[in-house]
């Protein structure tokens, strides 16, 4: 999925840059740029370790740089109910609970954000 993003949403995806890509056995490290249409892009890291625990942040920004949404699980906010999965919104950077954890998750929230 992760190299097959253009493909799979030619619609919003204007390019791809994979600044990262390392495979061994079920663990990865997956890090790249995702510039959209209409000039915002996505800053995509993704690793699954070996010991099964994943770490991942999908930071959706406008071109000036001003904060769309970024989507993480960085172990922050524990009064959130989804802990620890959360998404940052808007210039304010409020927090709030969320249910994406992937890229296609994350791909189909900007698509229909998008469209």
């Not at 993704?46 to 071109?63: E, I």
């Not at 960085?74 to 989804?82: F, R, V």
Request: contains cysteine; neutral net charge; glycine residues 4%.
């Amino acid at each position: 999925m992760f190299l097959n993003l253009p493909k799979v949403y030619p619609d919003v995806v204007l390019e791809m840059r994979v600044i990262r890509f390392r495979q061994d056995n079920l663990s990865y490290e997956f890090v790249s740029e995702v510039t959209l249409k209409d000039g915002s892009f996505i800053c995509i890291r993704d690793y699954l370790f070996m010991d099964g625990n994943r770490k991942y942040s999908y930071h959706w920004q406008h071109r000036d740089g001003t904060l769309i949404a970024r989507w993480d699980n960085a172990p922050h906010w524990p009064d959130i109910s989804t802990f620890p999965h959360h998404v940052h919104s808007g210039v304010n950077n409020h927090v709030s609970a969320s249910n994406i954890r992937n890229l296609i998750d994350v791909m189909d929230e900007v698509k229909k954000l998008y469209i």
